[in-house]
T-cell receptor
Framework: QKEVEQDPGPLSVPEGAIVSLNCTYS??????FMWYRQYSRKGPELLMY????GNKEDGRFTAQVDKSSKYISLFIRDSQPSDSATYLC????????????FGRGTSLIVHP | GAVVSQHPSRVICKSGTSVKIECRSL??????MFWYRQFPKQSLMLMAT?????????EQGVEKDKFLINHASLTLSTLTVTSAHPEDSSFYIC??????????????FGPGTRLTVT
């Protein structure tokens, strides 16, 4: 079992839909959770980060962490074609070297 | 803020030659830099971690004599692929982190370098 599981997709949705992207993990020591967006042939871009459990909202994006279920989500409201990209979750334990463990990414396609 | 650049963006080289890729943090001091490799539709594979002025720490299975990493300053790290072979063709991405400012949690990625070895 990988430490971080993420469905590679692709996930195809119509413009304006609410998108839910998810990751599960096995290491209960993970405390810091990140979402990156990666456009084709580009480096990942940090979208959001959250510490421990709870929700965090930034514009159309909401990150949610449920540590009891070892499950994190990224919601995108009013999705746009420009949101089409691969979304990678990443997580790390606090303390130590903070080297994150990445999921394999979910490919999202928002069609007009 | 937090911009990381990489140069070149793509490079084609012949088998047996060496290629150097530069990674720069433009507006912050990168106390730690990371080098990743990414295959199509795959996640990021961490190759090595480097701290300024120290030798890089390589992940298991990564040949340190083949992938030379130098983190000579707080804004520059280089990855040299020595005696490149076609199987080294990949997308190489660096990332950088300011351990003092961010507490060691946020890392920022460069745009990547597409290496093709013919």
């Amino acid at each position: 079992q990988k430490e971080v599981e993420q469905d590679p997709g692709p996930l195809s949705v119509p413009e304006g839909a609410i998108v839910s992207l998810n990751c599960t993990y096995s290491n209960s020591a993970f405390q810091y959770f990140m979402w990156y967006r990666q456009y084709s042939r580009k480096g990942p871009e940090l979208l959001m980060y959250t510490y421990s459990s709870g929700n965090k909202e930034d514009g159309r994006f909401t990150a949610q962490v449920d540590k009891s279920s070892k499950y994190i989500s990224l919601f995108i409201r009013d999705s746009q074609p420009s949101d089409s990209a691969t979304y990678l979750c990443a997580m790390t334990i606090t303390g130590g070297s903070y080297i994150p463990t990445f999921g394999r990414g979910t490919s999202l396609i928002v069609h007009p | 803020g937090a911009v990381v650049s990489q140069h070149p963006s793509r490079v084609i080289c012949k088998s047996g030659t060496s290629v150097k890729i530069e990674c720069r943090s433009l507006d912050f001091q990168a106390t730690t830099m990371f080098w990743y490799r990414q295959f199509p539709k795959q996640s990021l594979m961490l190759m090595a971690t480097s701290n300024e002025g120290s030798k890089a720490t390589y992940e298991q299975g990564v040949e340190k004599d083949k992938f030379l990493i130098n983190h000579a300053s707080l804004t520059l790290s280089t990855l040299t692929v020595t005696s490149a072979h076609p199987e080294d063709s990949s997308f190489y991405i660096c990332s950088a982190r300011d351990d003092i400012a961010s507490g060691g949690t946020e890392q920022y990625f460069g745009p990547g370098t597409r290496l093709t070895v013919t």
